[in-house]
């Protein structure tokens, strides 16, 4: 699922997701499916032939290098096509609850950045920002709450400073005001 959600929504992930898995239940499935079936599934994410490959490929490394499970650590699960720190981070996080860092994805780049919290626009520096701010065992859910503020109060258009609840820290609001 993580690899399915660049450049897309949840929603639209969502939508894709019961058929795919239902489809191809596990990593050894995945990685004996014709492509163009999961091009087909996948069509409505964007970007499908790309991450078809990847989920795919990955799938035969799941198969043929880690007895068909998803490596626990940030240096196996980089090598997977398609995923990055973000990805890894996330999926640590959400499927093993290890805090290997901070997933930077737009919205935690545009709030933090708003904020103050860092000066940085490249994602992996603003990961060692937002690290060494807070304790390690906080990360996921200041990921998770960076995320949830850039989207239903922060967001990129027209953000709800007025109605923000820490507008006084917020670099972006006081420069405005």
């Given amino acids: 699922m993580t690899i399915l959600s660049a450049q897309t929504t949840d929603v639209i992930i969502n939508s894709v997701k019961d058929r795919l898995f ?3 239940p596990n990593p050894r499935s995945m990685s004996e499916a014709d492509i163009c079936n999961i091009e087909e599934i996948i069509r409505s994410t964007g970007f499908y032939r790309i991450k078809s490959k990847n989920i795919k490929k990955t799938s035969e490394m799941l198969v043929g290098e880690f007895d068909g499970k998803v490596p626990n650590n940030m240096e196996n699960l980089v090598r997977l096509p398609g995923v990055g720190r973000k990805t890894a981070n996330i999926v640590l996080n959400h499927a093993y609850g290890i805090n290997a860092g901070i997933a930077v994805d737009t919205h935690v780049k545009r709030v933090s950045f708003r904020l103050g919290m860092t000066e940085n626009s490249d994602p992996e520096r603003i990961e060692k920002d937002l690290t060494s701010l807070f304790p390690k065992e ?4 200041i ?3 960076l995320i949830s503020h850039g989207r239903m109060v922060c967001n990129a258009k027209k953000p709800a400073c007025k109605e ?3 507008n006084e820290y917020c670099r972006y609001y006081n420069q405005k005001a």
Avoid: D, K, P, V
Wanted: with cysteine; proline share 0%; net charge neutral.
């Fill in 22 to 24: 239902e489809s191809y």
């Fill in 138 to 141: 906080n990360w996921g859910r």
């Fill in 143 to 145: 990921n998770y709450l």
């Fill in 164 to 166: 923000c609840c820490i």
